[in-house]
């Protein structure tokens, strides 16, 4: 009986040794990852702060997996362009307050208030998503920086994952994922920056929503 009690105890013992020796191992890979995560939300937030005025083409994959492509500009903060090309007669502007939808072959037009939508998190003024509350994860590979962001919008709680080249920091692509669980994602190319942007790209006409 003796030799059982210590042998249970001994076994105990090295059970605790292993765990302590695991937990010694983990806890700085943890602490690394973490500052490897705010590292790379600080970085792509400076950058991103520094931009004012970028333009270029897009490329956009539907939940029902069609493909439409046009172009955008961005003037932060709070200005967009989504100019569809055809056959899609889609046409989206974001004016600094509101974001309308219009569809160019029925003439008809949708407003939504900016700070509703998810695109605000593109065009705000400032951008700090090391602390923002709302960051629900961060996945930093040699290539790519994702950041997910979880809101409820003018069309329900949803989520936003915007990914960044690891070493420029440039903008890459974002992908939505509305309340349905349907997601929508928009990759972007031949971007350029610091231009002078014409202030009619982001007018919206909101005579059409009282006819």
């Given at each position: 009986?003796?030799?059982?009690v210590?042998?249970?105890?001994f076994h105990?013992?090295?059970?605790a040794?292993?765990?302590?020796?695991?937990?010694?191992?983990i806890?700085?890979?943890?602490a690394l990852?973490?500052n490897?995560?705010?590292?790379?939300l600080?970085?792509?937030?400076?950058?991103?702060?520094?931009?004012?005025?970028?333009?270029g083409?897009?490329?956009?994959?539907?939940?029902?997996?069609s493909?439409?492509?046009?172009?955008f500009?961005?003037?932060?903060p709070?200005?967009?362009?989504?100019?569809y090309?055809?056959?899609?007669?889609?046409?989206i502007?974001?004016?600094g307050?509101?974001?309308?939808?219009?569809d160019r072959?029925?003439a008809?037009?949708?407003?939504w208030?900016?700070?509703?939508?998810?695109?605000?998190f593109?065009l705000d003024?400032?951008?700090?998503?090391?602390?923002d509350?709302?960051?629900t994860n961060?996945?930093?590979e040699?290539?790519?920086?994702?950041?997910t962001?979880e809101?409820?919008?003018a069309f329900?709680d949803?989520?936003?994952?915007?990914m960044?080249?690891?070493?420029?920091?440039?903008?890459k692509?974002?992908n939505v994922?509305?309340?349905?669980?349907?997601?929508t994602?928009?990759?972007?190319?031949?971007?350029?920056?610091?231009?002078?942007?014409?202030?009619?790209?982001?007018?919206?006409?909101?005579?059409?929503i009282?006819?």
């Amino acid at each position: 009986t003796p030799t059982r009690v210590e042998g249970g105890m001994f076994h105990r013992v090295a059970r605790a040794v292993v765990i302590a020796a695991s937990l010694s191992l983990i806890a700085p890979a943890v602490a690394l990852a973490q500052n490897a995560e705010r590292a790379a939300l600080a970085d792509v937030s400076a950058y991103f702060n520094s931009l004012k005025t970028m333009q270029g083409e897009f490329v956009q994959f539907g939940p029902d997996g069609s493909r439409t492509q046009g172009r955008f500009a961005i003037q932060r903060p709070g200005k967009v362009r989504f100019y569809y090309d055809r056959p899609s007669t889609l046409d989206i502007i974001a004016d600094g307050t509101s974001v309308a939808v219009r569809d160019r072959k029925q003439a008809t037009q949708d407003i939504w208030p900016l700070k509703r939508t998810p695109l605000r998190f593109l065009l705000d003024d400032t951008i700090d998503l090391a602390s923002d509350a709302k960051v629900t994860n961060v996945s930093v590979e040699p290539d790519l920086v994702s950041v997910t962001v979880e809101e409820n919008s003018a069309f329900g709680d949803g989520r936003i994952t915007m990914m960044f080249d690891a070493e420029t920091s440039d903008l890459k692509q974002w992908n939505v994922v509305d309340s349905k669980g349907q997601e929508t994602s928009v990759s972007i190319f031949n971007v350029d920056t610091g231009m002078t942007l014409s202030a009619d790209l982001f007018k919206i006409d909101y005579t059409r929503i009282l006819e």
